[in-house]
């Protein structure tokens, strides 16, 4: 099927139409013409792949990666850094048009580096090769480098299959020292892994949730903040634009008093927020264990923990928290969260969100409630579709009339 690409969905995937028929084409983009082959069909929509570009679009760029046209990996390197970028502007006023959201981002806080800026790789192991699945489907594409990760990541990458793992899985993690933490599920016995310490720097190597060597966490230092972070605890996957993040967080709570931070993880933001005292939820027992470290590391005082699912804390949010963070995962936040943070009238704010499609849904629910005084795009992921977005909000103040209202109201009944 012979199809022209029209535009990007909230995805990244290019778009065409058929028939009334909506088509999804990963990896195609707006003004390419292009042969497919069909994937999945749902009633309204097809996904199908590219078979050839028969007529590429002004916008394509060389792509440097040879994975690129099967990997899943990443899903936007095919154009140029600037097109990068106002695809994820547009993406995120789109939205907010849309849902009839009244303000309009104007930038995008850039990253210092194109590629291997990612401090974390996630890659499956298929009868002894890895790499990541292909598109739409559980096909793995065998990789033995990837541009989004670090050299010192990569470096290790292809020395995995020293260990001889048939099935599975392999996180591998890396701090700012270049440190390396190998975190492996398989139910494969592993060979020796000597090699590996006697050639990297190995923090730790966890397999199936027991440490086999060296430590179960690294030490992450980002700004001058330092944090202890096991190795299934949340950490964000690029330094440069998570310092810019706290630069950020800093800021808007310069004049906060009592601070909530939900889904606080190790206690990052919690820790950077100013605060005089500061209550943190986070659902994985680890992170809090190392957010209770965290805190005293970073000599911070009149600040607590607690392991919990936010939605079983939500009688902790009361009036007297001026300010809140939420930093969801991908879901976004429960929407008996939000409905109580309305209820309660909490002054202000601070959404950090990577997925805009969520962020822009909760943002919707307290649209009536509350005012957008700033809101931030962060390329904390190049050559992918995703951004980080923080949102910050004010109440309104509904009771009382503005001095211009009064006037207008007087002049109108003269
Ligand atoms: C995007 S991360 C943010 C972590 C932290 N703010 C940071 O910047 O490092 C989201 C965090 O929420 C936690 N989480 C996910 N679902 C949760 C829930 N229902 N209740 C509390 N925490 C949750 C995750 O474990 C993760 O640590």
Same mark, same amino acid.
């Given at each position: 099927?012979? /199809?022209?690409?029209?535009?990007?969905?909230?995805?990244?995937?290019?778009?065409?139409?058929?028939?009334?028929?909506?088509?999804?084409?990963?990896?195609?983009?707006?003004?390419?013409?292009?042969?497919?082959? $069909?994937?999945?069909?749902?009633?309204?929509?097809?996904?199908?792949?590219? @078979?050839?570009?028969?007529?590429? #679009?002004?916008?394509?760029?060389?792509?440097?990666?040879?994975? =690129?046209?099967?990997?899943?990996?990443?899903?936007?390197?095919?154009?140029?850094? +600037?097109?990068?970028?106002?695809?994820?502007? !547009?993406?995120?006023?789109?939205?907010?048009?849309?849902?009839?959201?009244?303000?309009?981002? @104007?930038?995008?806080?850039?990253?210092? *580096?194109?590629?291997?800026? $990612?401090?974390?790789?996630?890659?499956?192991?298929?009868?002894? /090769?890895?790499?990541?699945?292909?598109?739409?489907?559980?096909?793995?594409?065998?990789?033995?480098?990837?541009?989004?990760?670090?050299?010192?990541?990569? !470096?290790?990458?292809?020395?995995?299959?020293?260990?001889?793992?048939?099935?599975?899985?392999?996180?591998?993690?890396?701090?700012?020292?270049?440190? /390396?933490?190998?975190?492996?599920?398989?139910?494969?016995?592993?060979? +020796?892994?000597?090699?590996?310490?006697?050639?990297?720097?190995?923090?730790?190597?966890?397999?199936?949730?027991?440490?086999?060597?060296?430590?179960?966490?690294?030490?992450?230092?980002?700004?001058?903040?330092?944090?202890?972070?096991?190795?299934?605890? =949340? =950490?964000?996957?690029?330094?440069?634009?998570?310092?810019?993040?706290?630069?950020?967080?800093?800021?808007?709570? #310069?004049? #906060?008093?009592?601070?909530?931070?939900?889904?606080?993880?190790?206690?990052?933001? #919690?820790?950077?927020?100013?605060?005089?005292?500061?209550?943190?939820?986070?659902?994985?027992?680890?992170?809090?264990?190392?957010?209770?470290?965290?805190?005293? =590391?970073?000599?911070?005082?009149?600040?607590?923990?607690?392991?919990?699912?936010?939605?079983?804390?939500?009688?902790?949010?009361? +009036?007297?928290?001026?300010?809140?963070?939420?930093?969801?995962?991908?879901?976004?936040?429960?929407?008996?969260?939000?409905?109580?943070? *309305?209820?309660?009238?909490?002054?202000?704010?601070?959404?950090?969100?990577?997925?805009?499609?969520?962020?822009?849904?909760?943002?919707?629910?307290? *649209?009536?409630?509350?005012?957008?005084?700033?809101?931030?795009?962060?390329?904390?992921?190049?050559?992918?579709?995703?951004?980080? +977005?923080?949102?910050?909000?004010?109440?309104? !103040?509904?009771?009382?009339?503005?001095?211009?209202?009064?006037?207008?109201?007087?002049? @109108?009944?003269?």
């Amino acid at each position: 099927m012979k /199809l022209e690409i029209i535009k990007f969905d909230n995805l990244g995937r290019g778009i065409a139409y058929v028939d009334d028929k909506i088509v999804f084409v990963p990896k195609a983009i707006p003004g390419d013409i292009v042969t497919v082959v $069909r994937k999945r069909e749902k009633k309204n929509f097809l996904e199908c792949e590219i @078979k050839e570009i028969i007529k590429p #679009s002004k916008l394509r760029k060389e792509v440097i990666c040879p994975y =690129f046209s099967l990997c899943g990996g990443c899903d936007l390197m095919q154009i140029s850094t +600037s097109e990068k970028l106002e695809f994820k502007l !547009n993406l995120v006023n789109e939205l907010l048009h849309k849902n009839k959201i009244d303000f309009v981002v @104007k930038d995008i806080i850039k990253n210092n *580096k194109e590629y291997n800026y $990612r401090n974390k790789i996630t890659l499956k192991i298929v009868d002894g /090769l890895i790499g990541y699945y292909e598109n739409l489907s559980h096909k793995l594409v065998p990789i033995d480098y990837c541009y989004l990760v670090t050299d010192e990541i990569n !470096n290790v990458l292809k020395e995995i299959k020293r260990l001889n793992i048939q099935n599975g899985e392999v996180t591998i993690r890396c701090n700012y020292k270049n440190e /390396l933490l190998i975190i492996i599920n398989t139910l494969d016995k592993i060979a +020796s892994y000597d090699y590996l310490i006697d050639n990297f720097l190995i923090a730790g190597i966890i397999v199936n949730d027991e440490c086999l060597y060296g430590d179960d966490y690294f030490i992450e230092k980002i700004n001058d903040y330092v944090f202890k972070v096991s190795y299934n605890s =949340f =950490f964000q996957v690029n330094p440069f634009i998570c310092g810019k993040l706290f630069n950020y967080i800093s800021n808007y709570t #310069s004049d #906060s008093k009592n601070v909530l931070d939900l889904y606080c993880g190790v206690g990052t933001l #919690s820790i950077v927020a100013n605060h005089d005292y500061l209550l943190g939820v986070e659902i994985v027992d680890n992170a809090i264990k190392d957010a209770n470290l965290n805190k005293n =590391f970073n000599l911070k005082k009149n600040i607590d923990f607690i392991c919990s699912d936010t939605k079983n804390v939500i009688d902790k949010i009361t +009036s007297k928290f001026d300010t809140i963070i939420l930093d969801p995962p991908r879901s976004g936040v429960d929407e008996k969260v939000l409905n109580k943070i *309305k209820e309660v009238n909490i002054k202000k704010i601070i959404y950090v969100s990577c997925n805009p499609l969520t962020l822009v849904r909760d943002l919707t629910l307290l *649209k009536n409630n509350y005012r957008i005084e700033d809101f931030m795009l962060l390329d904390m992921f190049p050559n992918t579709h995703h951004v980080e +977005s923080l949102v910050v909000l004010n109440i309104m !103040n509904k009771g009382k009339i503005k001095k211009e209202q009064i006037i207008d109201i007087v002049n @109108k009944t003269i």
